[in-house]
């Protein structure tokens, strides 16, 4: 994960807003973080990163929903069952669109690492997209602006003690993206918790 992170690091500083929009609908969280990290540091402008990071996210979201809403099960059986996506979970999923509808949509993105699953499973169950769409830009907005607020702390720290202790910036990129781990494996543990 460290070494993917500076890639896309080394990335981002070359190709600029160009490269951030694709990568974050690939990679969002942790594109954001660095992205986030560079505008702190002065290559980017942080509400640009934000509306880039929402923007992404629900790309994503969309993409699976209409592969759900088309393929159906067929996309679970295929594709789907490489990203994690399995029968037992969309049909679990299905329970709570028809209990608590789009609020399932934002608790999910903005607490859970159910997000694929879910996004499919809205697509199956042929969720009204306008209601899709307002919920999970909600969930985005929660979800990104955190992201942003946490990379843009990281490159405020990075850019304070640099000028003290050279090689402090690679630390404070990796503390960023281990606190990004913690925090996906926080989501999974809500994910397991929220299934029960």
Same mark, same amino acid.
């Given at each position: 994960m460290e070494q993917t992170g500076q890639i896309i /690091?080394? /990335?981002?500083?070359? %190709?600029? %807003? /160009? &490269?951030?929009?694709p990568l974050m609908i690939v990679e969002g969280p942790v594109v954001t973080i660095i992205a986030a990290m560079l505008a702190s540091l002065g290559a980017f402008a942080w509400p640009v990163v934000l509306l880039f990071s929402i923007l992404g996210d629900m790309l994503g979201d969309v993409l699976l929903y209409g592969a759900g809403r088309k393929w159906g099960m067929g996309f679970v059986h295929g594709p789907g069952k490489y990203l994690g996506i399995t029968e037992k979970l969309v049909l679990r999923m299905e329970k709570y669109f028809q209990k608590h509808g789009g609020t399932t949509i934002f608790a999910v993105k903005s607490t859970t690492g159910l997000c694929w699953a879910t996004f499919a499973a809205a697509g199956i169950v042929k969720m009204d997209f306008k209601k899709f769409l307002k919920y999970s830009?909600?969930? @985005?907005?929660? $979800?990104?602006?955190?992201?942003? &607020?946490?990379?843009y702390f990281y490159g405020y720290?990075?850019?304070? *003690?640099?000028? %003290?202790?050279? $090689?402090? @910036?690679? *630390?404070?990129?990796a503390a960023a993206i281990i606190s990004f *781990? &913690?925090?996906?494996? %926080?989501?999974?543990?809500? &994910?397991?918790? /929220?299934?029960?």
């Open positions: /690091f080394q /990335f981002l500083k070359h %190709y600029g %807003y /160009f &490269a951030m929009l830009l909600l969930g @985005g907005v929660v $979800w990104s602006g955190f992201l942003v &607020a946490m990379g720290l990075w850019r304070s *003690i640099k000028q %003290y202790i050279s $090689w402090v @910036g690679w *630390i404070i990129f *781990i &913690a925090i996906t494996l %926080y989501k999974k543990k809500q &994910a397991k918790e /929220f299934l029960k």
